[in-house]
């Protein structure tokens, strides 16, 4: 169907995380974008102590864009990037944990075996 990352750097030190998403056209639009992307949330808040989400997109992505808001993502400025012969205006948009422990659904989301896997995270077991 597609492919949700959940990335950062300096995890252990600066716990954010960052998120990209991509569907295949035909499974676009159908609620999988949300669904994933709240997957993620759950396993970098809930399960890896993260302080915060961030994440971004073109101005005009507007399906990339109401998943974060549907989150609860809020605003954090933008960047102007380099698209096709100009530049172009990339939203960025931040959740923090406590906002996320207020909006989520934390009953959607169930993780196993993910202890032995820590390490891998630059986390103890
Ligand atoms: C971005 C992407 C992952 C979103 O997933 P999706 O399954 O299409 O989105 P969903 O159906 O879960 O929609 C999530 C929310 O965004 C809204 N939304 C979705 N598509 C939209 C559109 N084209 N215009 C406006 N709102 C839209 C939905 O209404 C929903 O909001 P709600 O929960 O408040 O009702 C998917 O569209 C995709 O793969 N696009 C191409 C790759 C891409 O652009 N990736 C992101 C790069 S930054």
Do not use: K
Request: aromatic share 8%.
């Amino acid at each position: 169907m597609g492919s949700q990352t959940l990335e950062a750097d300096q995890f252990a030190d600066l716990g954010v995380v960052d998120t990209a998403s991509w569907l295949v056209p035909q499974w676009r639009g159908r609620g999988v974008g949300r669904e994933m992307r709240a997957a993620v949330l759950h396993l970098a808040f809930a399960e890896l102590g993260a302080v915060a989400a961030v994440t971004s997109a073109w101005h005009d992505n507007h399906a990339s864009l109401g998943v974060s808001r549907s989150l609860g993502y809020l605003d954090n400025g933008y960047e102007l990037h380099a698209r096709g012969d100009r530049a172009d205006r990339m939203e960025r948009l931040i959740l923090t944990v406590d906002r996320w422990r207020d909006l989520a659904d934390l009953a959607t989301v169930d993780i196993a075996g993910l202890r032995p896997c820590l390490p891998l995270f630059g986390l103890s077991g």
